[in-house]
C-alpha cells in the first residue's frame, strides 16, 4: 500500500505542521526515482516500480535554487567531495559571519559527507545593491512564506490523495502486472534474440559448410573430368554384369557381351602396360570370373542348338539362320577367350552336320530310286534292229524313243527351279529318263551344300579359308560319295547318249551356280561326276558306232538289202528311198547337236558356253564315218544314177533334220553333209 509519507518530507502525519526551515512547494511533489542518492536498480528486475521514494529526497535546498533533472531521466548526478576540501557552509558561514542553516540535518547519517550537485546552477546572482546579510535574510523570510504555503498544499493533497487511495492501489496493481508482463516479454525478446543468435550462427556454419563444398565440388569435377575417362574405361556397369549373369541370351546380351570385351581389351593391355594401376589388378580378377560364366553361358547355349539339329524332322537351315547366323558374336567371342572349347563346339557341329546331310541324303536317294526309268540298253543302239529278245524284254515299257531328244531339253530350262521333293518322287508313278533324278538329287545336293558353306563362313569369322574348306569337306565327304554313287547307278547300266549328255549339261551348269554363289569347296564334287559322266558317253557313243559298223558289215556287197523308209518289207531293188537307218541317224544326230554345241547350251541356260574341248565331235565323226559307209555299202546294189539318187536323199533327209539346229557343230556337219550330197553325180 501506498502511504501519504511517501509524497511528505518526513514521516510525519499529515495534520502535523511541517518541520522549521523547511520549505514546501505549492505544488505536490512527484516521486522520482532518478532523485540524487537514489540507490541503482537490481539487474535482475529492471520493471520494478520507482514510486516508492524515501522522503528525505524531497526537500529543496535553501543555498541554491537549481532545477531538477528532467523526469524519465537515468542520469545520476552524484559529487563525492575530496576527503581535504573545507565544508562549503562552514566557509559561508566565515563568509557571512553568522551560521547558516542547513536543510538536510533530518537526512541523518545516511547524508553525511555526501554533497548532491545541483541539477541546475545559477552562475549570475544578482543583490539588488544589498548586502549579503540583508540578501540572506530577504531569502529566509521568502522560504518561510513558502513553506507556509507549501504546507497548506501538501495537507489538501494529502486529503485528496487519501480519497484517490483505492485508485492508486490499482493503478499499482496494473503496473505491477505490466511490470509481469513486460517481464515475461523481456523473456521472450531475450529467448528469440538467443535463439536468432544460435540461428544465425548455424546460417553462418552452413555459408562455410556451403563455401567448403562448392570448393570440394570444383576440385571433384575437375578430377572426374581428368579421372573420368579412365574409370570409364576399367569398370564394368552392374546392368551389365547382371544381364550376362543371369539374362535371356538374346541381342541385348550380345550388347553386353560386346561390352564385357571392349573392357577386357582395356583391362589387358592396361594390365600389360608400364603403368601399374591399382585399380586395374582389383578389377582384373572380377572380369575373368564374369568372362568365364559368359563361356560357360555360351558353351550351353551352342550344345543345346546343336542337339536341336539332330531332332526328327527339323530343317537344319532355321536353327541355323535364327540360332547360329544371329548369333555368331558368341562363337567369336568363346573363340576368342577359350579357342579349345571352341574346336570341340565346332568338331561337335561338323559330326552333327555330317550325319544330318548323309541321313537326308540317303532317304532322298532312296526316294528317288523308287521313279521308274526308261530302260536304254544296247539293243536300242543306232544300228541294231528289234529283235524278239530285245522287244520282249521292253514288253512291260510304254513305248518311247530313245534315239530322239524331243522334249527332254526342256529340263535345262527348269535347270534353276527347286528340287523335286523326296514326298512328290516316292508317289510319282509316270517313267522318265535317268537325267530327272540325277537333276533333283544334285539340284538339292549343290543347294545345300552352297548353304553350308555360306553358313561356315558366316559363323566361323575367325577361321581361315583353308580351315572352313577343311570343316566344309569333313562334313559333306560321305554326302560328296553318296552323290556320285547315285549317279554311278544311275548310268552304270544305261547306253542312253542322249540322257548322259544331258546329265553334262545339268552338273555344268551346276558348276556355274556354285561359281555364282561363290562355293568353291564343291568343285571336286563337280568335277568328280564329269569324270564318271564322260567316260560313260564315250563308251556309249562308241555302242551306236559299232553297232552301225555290224549292220554295214552284215550287208552283202551284191544285194541290195536297202529297205524303203516308206515300206520297209517290200522288194525295193530299184527304190531310191531313205534307209530307215538314216531316219534313226538323223534324229539321233540332232540331239547330239543340239546338246553337244557351245551355243544351243548358252542358249538355253543363259550361262557361258561350255568348253570346246569335249569328246562330242569326235565320237560323232566316228559316226559320221560309220554310216557313210552304211550308205555307200548299201547302195551298191543299185545301178548307176539311181545310187546316186539314193545317196542324195539320205543327206537331204539328214540335212532337213538338223537344218534348224545351231551351232559350231551343227553348222560344220551341215557343210559336211551337204558337200557329201553334191558329191554324189559321181554315182
Not at 535463439?195 to 550462427?201: E, H, I, K, N, T
Request: aromatic content about 8%.
Amino acid at each position: 500500500m501506498w502511504g501519504l509519507d511517501r509524497f511528505s518530507g518526513h514521516s510525519t502525519p499529515s495534520g502535523s505542521p511541517p518541520p522549521q526551515k523547511r520549505s514546501f512547494s505549492p505544488a505536490p511533489r512527484r516521486p522520482s526515482h532518478l532523485g540524487p542518492g537514489l540507490a541503482a536498480r537490481p539487474p535482475h528486475n529492471p520493471r520494478s516500480s520507482s514510486l516508492n521514494v524515501s522522503g528525505k529526497y524531497n526537500a529543496s535546498t535553501t543555498s541554491l535554487n537549481s532545477p531538477r533533472l528532467p523526469n524519465g531521466s537515468g542520469l545520476k548526478q552524484q559529487i563525492t567531495p575530496p576527503a581535504d576540501l573545507t565544508n562549503p557552509l562552514k566557509l559561508l558561514e566565515e563568509i557571512v559571519g553568522r551560521p547558516v542553516a542547513d536543510e538536510d540535518e533530518g537526512h541523518g547519517e545516511e547524508g553525511q559527507g555526501q554533497w548532491e550537485k545541483p541539477a541546475d546552477l545559477v552562475e549570475d546572482v544578482h543583490f539588488g545593491g544589498r548586502s549579503i546579510h540583508n540578501f540572506l535574510e530577504d531569502e529566509d523570510e521568502r522560504h518561510d512564506i513558502g513553506d507556509l504555503d507549501s504546507y497548506d498544499n501538501t495537507a489538501q493533497s494529502a486529503m485528496e490523495y487519501e480519497r484517490a487511495k483505492d485508485k492508486f492501489e490499482d493503478l499499482h496493481r496494473s503496473i505491477l502486472a505490466c511490470d509481469d508482463v513486460l517481464k515475461s516479454v523481456e523473456v521472450s525478446l531475450t529467448n528469440f534474440q538467443k535463439d536468432l543468435g544460435a540461428v544465425s550462427a548455424e546460417i553462418e556454419t552452413l555459408q562455410s559448410r556451403s563455401t567448403t563444398m562448392n570448393i570440394k565440388l570444383e576440385n571433384r569435377k575437375v578430377v572426374e573430368k581428368l579421372l573420368g575417362p579412365a574409370v570409364e574405361e576399367i569398370c564394368v556397369s552392374p546392368t551389365i554384369v547382371k544381364q550376362i549373369s543371369e539374362g535371356p541370351i538374346d541381342h541385348a546380351w550380345i550388347k553386353a557381351l560386346e561390352e564385357l570385351d571392349k573392357r577386357s581389351k582395356t583391362i589387358e593391355h592396361k594390365f600389360k602396360g608400364p603403368d601399374k594401376v591399382l585399380a586395374v589388378s582389383e578389377v582384373k580378377p572380377l572380369l575373368e570370373d564374369l568372362t568365364n560364366l559368359a563361356i560357360e553361358r555360351i558353351r550351353d547355349f551352342l550344345v543345346s542348338q546343336i542337339k536341336a539339329l539332330r531332332s526328327p524332322s527339323i530343317n537344319a537351315q532355321i536353327i541355323q539362320e535364327r540360332a547360329f547366323i544371329a548369333y555368331k558374336d558368341l562363337y567369336a567371342f568363346l573363340a576368342k577367350h577359350h579357342a579349345q572349347l571352341a574346336d570341340e563346339i565346332a568338331q561337335a557341329y561338323i559330326n552333327t552336320m555330317r550325319w544330318y546331310y548323309l541321313s537326308h541324303f540317303t532317304r532322298y536317294r532312296m526316294a528317288l530310286e523308287k521313279i521308274t526309268l526308261y530302260t536304254v540298253d544296247k539293243h536300242d543302239a543306232l544300228g541294231d534292229q528289234m529283235n524278239q529278245r530285245g522287244a520282249a524284254s521292253k514288253s512291260a515299257q510304254p513305248a518311247h524313243d530313245a534315239l530322239s531328244l524331243g522334249r527332254r531339253i526342256d529340263i535345262l530350262k527348269r535347270a534353276s527351279s527347286s528340287a523335286l521333293s523326296s514326298h512328290v518322287a516316292e508317289q510319282s508313278k509316270a517313267p522318265t529318263y535317268l537325267e530327272t533324278p540325277f537333276y533333283a538329287f544334285n539340284t538339292a545336293l549343290i543347294d545345300n551344300a552352297s548353304f553350308e558353306y555360306s553358313f561356315l563362313t558366316s559363323f566361323f569369322t575367325n577361321l581361315s579359308f583353308h580351315v572352313v574348306s577343311q570343316h566344309f569337306n569333313s562334313i559333306f565327304a560321305p554326302t560328296f560319295a553318296l552323290g556320285n554313287a547315285f549317279t554311278k547307278h544311275l548310268i552304270d547300266t544305261s547306253y542312253d547318249c542322249l540322257g548322259i549328255l544331258l546329265c553334262v549339261r545339268l552338273n555344268q551348269h551346276l558348276a556355274f551356280e556354285l561359281q555364282r554363289r561363290k562355293c568353291p569347296v564343291a568343285d571336286g564334287y563337280v568335277n568328280g561326276t564329269n569324270m564318271l559322266l564322260w567316260p560313260r558317253f564315250q563308251l556309249a557313243m562308241d555302242v551306236h558306232v559299232e553297232s552301225v559298223r555290224r549292220s554295214t558289215a552284215s550287208l552283202s556287197g551284191g544285194s541290195r538289202a536297202t529297205l524303203s523308209l516308206m515300206n520297209s518289207s517290200a522288194d525295193s531293188k530299184g527304190s531310191t528311198a531313205p534307209h530307215v537307218l538314216t531316219q534313226r541317224f538323223g534324229q539321233f544326230l540332232q540331239g547330239i547337236l543340239a546338246l553337244g554345241s557351245n551355243e544351243n547350251i548358252a542358249s538355253v541356260t543363259g550361262e557361258a558356253a561350255p568348253s570346246d574341248a569335249e569328246p562330242v565331235g569326235r565320237s560323232l565323226e566316228r559316226l559320221r564315218g560309220e554310216f557313210e559307209a552304211f550308205l555307200m555299202k548299201s547302195s551298191k546294189g543299185l545301178v548307176q544314177g539311181r545310187r546316186g539318187r539314193f545317196l542324195g536323199n539320205n543327206y537331204s533327209l539328214v540335212l532337213t533334220i538338223v537344218g534348224d539346229t545351231g551351232g559350231r557343230l551343227a553348222k560344220e556337219t551341215r557343210e559336211w553333209f551337204e558337200q557329201a550330197k553334191e558329191g554324189v553325180g559321181e554315182y
